[in-house]
C-alpha cells in the first residue's frame, strides 16, 4: 500500500524495532566519531583484475580488512558487562542492509577467518536474503562490529549511530576522485571517506584513532 502525504504510515514491528534500539543507542551510550580518507587505488585495480564473473565487491575488500584489523585491536571487538569490558572471542561482523522496511544488520560470522572470496559470497548471500526476508533470527545475532555503506547512494561521508551492545561502527562513504600529493608526488586518486563511531564507555580516543590508522593502512597496502 502507498502513503500519500497528509496520512500516516503505521508502524511496523521493524520500524519499532528500529526506534528502540537508536532510542536505547542515543540515550545510553557516549558517541565520539574519529573518520579519515582512504586511498582507494589498490582496491579498485585489484577489482578490476578480477575475473568479471567473479569480482569482488568493494564492501567485501573493507569487511575482509576490517575483520584482520579487529584481530590486532580487541578493545574494538568488545562489550560492556556488570562485570567489566568483554572482548569477544570471535569477529562477528554485521553488514547494515537497507530494505523496504528499514534497516537489517544480518551477521557475518568469523570473518577474520574467510579469505576475500568467501567474504564476498557470504555478504551477498546475507543481503540477498535479507532484502528478500529470508534470513533466521539467529543470523541476525551476534554481532561484535558493523559496517554501513552509503557511498552507493553519491554520499561522501557519514556518522553512523554504535549498534548495541557493540563497541562502535564503521560508515563508509562513496569513492571519489581527489586531487592528492603522495610519496610519488601530486596526482589524481580515488579517495574514500571512513568514519568510526564509538562508545566513550568502552573505547578512548587513542586506540580508535589507531584502529582507523591501522584499517587505511590496510586497504591502502592491499592487505586483504
Not at 7 to 33: C, D, W
Request: charged share 20%; hydrophobic share 45%; proline share 5%.
Amino acid at each position: 500500500m502507498e502513503y500519500a502525504p497528509g496520512q500516516t504510515i503505521p508502524l511496523g514491528m521493524m520500524r519499532k524495532a528500529i526506534i528502540r534500539t537508536v532510542s536505547q543507542s542515543n540515550e545510553t551510550i557516549p558517541h565520539f566519531y574519529v573518520w579519515t580518507d582512504v586511498i582507494a587505488d589498490r582496491i579498485i585495480e585489484a577489482r578490476q583484475a578480477a575475473p568479471t564473473e567473479s569480482r569482488p565487491s568493494l564492501n567485501a575488500y573493507i569487511v575482509k580488512a576490517a575483520a584482520q584489523t579487529l584481530r590486532r585491536h580487541p578493545g574494538l571487538n568488545a562489550t560492556l558487562t556488570d562485570e567489566g569490558i568483554y572482548l569477544l572471542e570471535d569477529v562477528n561482523i554485521g553488514i547494515a542492509v537497507a530494505v523496504n522496511e528499514g534497516l537489517v544488520i544480518p551477521v557475518i560470522r568469523r570473518a577474520d577467518r574467510l579469505s576475500l572470496a568467501e567474504t564476498d559470497a557470504a555478504m551477498k548471500d546475507l543481503v540477498h536474503r535479507a532484502r528478500g526476508r529470508r534470513l533466521s533470527p539467529d543470523e541476525y545475532k551476534g554481532g561484535g562490529f558493523t559496517i554501513s555503506n552509503l557511498g552507493m547512494y553519491g554520499i561522501d561521508g557519514f556518522a553512523a549511530i554504535v549498534q548495541p551492545p557493540q563497541a562502535a561502527i564503521l560508515a563508509m562513504g562513496r569513492t571519489r576522485p581527489a586531487w592528492l600529493k603522495t610519496d610519488t608526488g601530486w596526482g589524481e586518486h580515488a579517495v574514500m571517506t571512513m568514519t568510526l563511531s564509538v562508545d566513550h564507555r568502552i573505547v578512548d580516543g587513542a586506540p580508535a584513532a589507531e584502529f582507523l590508522a591501522d584499517l587505511r593502512s590496510a586497504l591502502e597496502g592491499g592487505a586483504w
